[in-house]
């Protein structure tokens, strides 16, 4: 016998039941489950990829000077105050070892990232799930929910899952209102796909209590390699930086990932490749009697007459090859949430989703 107990709060996570990308005995299967990129990673990524692979021997730079300076000087941002991550994934693991502990609480929406209620769990944190308004971010009943216990309330913009997005004015109204105590983050892993969007940086440059977190998994095709960074005040990345060890992003990752956002050119083929395929979409599947909120993001919600409903699609879709996403974990069970693929996949999506209804 065994007295080796985990951390309470552990035990609480769910495991992570996505991702997969076969469905056995069906062939040219497409999956749309992960709101990755259909057209992946620029070409000057890979080359900037293979090269790395010469060095594979060497450790990584350890303070990331190179993609911090890209990142800094296409979004016009302080790199002092840019750290990079293992995806943003870790960057939010890092908010969350750095300032959220037992007995405090992390908020975040009823339809939020999965992500904020793991790390606040895994560091003992108490998560604390806020009700939205129609699938959008309510910004009063996040300041209803604050207590002194409240460290850090995570909203990402737009939302995954539900694909909606909140205005400057009420981030601004939201970081306004909190007490002094508590850091708001701003997750823009889906900013990149919302024409003129800066993701929340002015308001990070007008504050001192917001963070911003970043991805190269979506608009830059990078979701295997793993790179997120994030952006705030000094005094708040100054705190990260002690978390972070010295090698968390790898060589190759940094290198594609620095090509990556410099290829502006490619960047802006893939979000108007999406803004396309997703109105067709959307419209598609409306015409098959499945509605969907206007999704700024990379997917779309779709809405279904109950969950029966939804899970018998999804079985449907799976056995046609097309892989998509149960949402029901995120308190949407009668919704799909189906990444908006090339123009090939939307049709093969829109065609059974119409043989199924
Ligand atoms: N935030 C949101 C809202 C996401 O949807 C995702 C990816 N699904 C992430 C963060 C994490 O992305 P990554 O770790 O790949 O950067």
Known sequence: ????????????????????????????VVKLSSNENPFGPSEAAKEAFRKASYH????????????????????????????CGNGSDEIIAFLCQ???????????????????????????????????????????AILAAVTPATKLV????????????????????????????????????????????????????????????????????????????????????NVLARVRGPFNVSSAALAAAEAAIRDTEWA???????????AWLAEALGEHGVSSDTSLANFILARFADQAEAEACDDYLK????????????NLPNCLRITVGDEASCRRVAHAVGQFM
């Open 98 to 140: 750095a300032y959220a502990g037992p007995g405090d609480e992390v908020i975040h929406t009823e339809h939020g990232f999965g992500m904020y209620r793991i790390s606040a769990l895994a560091n003992g944190a108490t998560p604390v799930e806020v009700p939205e308004r129609e699938r959008v971010t309510d910004v009063d």
């Open 56 to 83: 594979l021997h060497r450790y990584p730079s350890s303070d990331h000077a190179a993609l911090r300076g890209a990142i800094a000087e296409v979004h016009g941002l302080d790199p002092e105050r840019i750290l």
């Open 319 to 330: 056995s046609e090859g097309l892989i998509v996403r149960r949402v029901g974990g995120y």
């Open 1 to 28: 016998m065994s007295n080796i107990t985990p951390q309470p709060g552990i035990l609480d996570i769910t495991l992570y039941q996505g991702g997969a990308a076969h469905v056995p005995g069906v062939a040219n």
């Open 154 to 237: 995570f909203i990402a913009n737009p939302n995954n899952p539900t694909g909606t997005m909140v205005g400057e004015g009420e981030i601004a109204r939201l970081a306004d209102g909190l007490p002094d105590h508590v850091l708001l983050v701003l997750d823009g892993a889906y900013a990149e796909y919302v024409e003129g969007y800066d993701g929340g940086a002015a308001l990070v440059e007008q504050r001192a209590n917001i963070v911003m977190t970043r991805t190269f998994s979506k608009l830059y095709g990078l979701g295997g390699l793993r790179v997120g960074w994030g952006y705030g005040p000094a005094h708040v990345m």
């Open 268 to 278: 802006e083929k893939c979000r108007e490749g999406n803004t396309r395929w997703r």
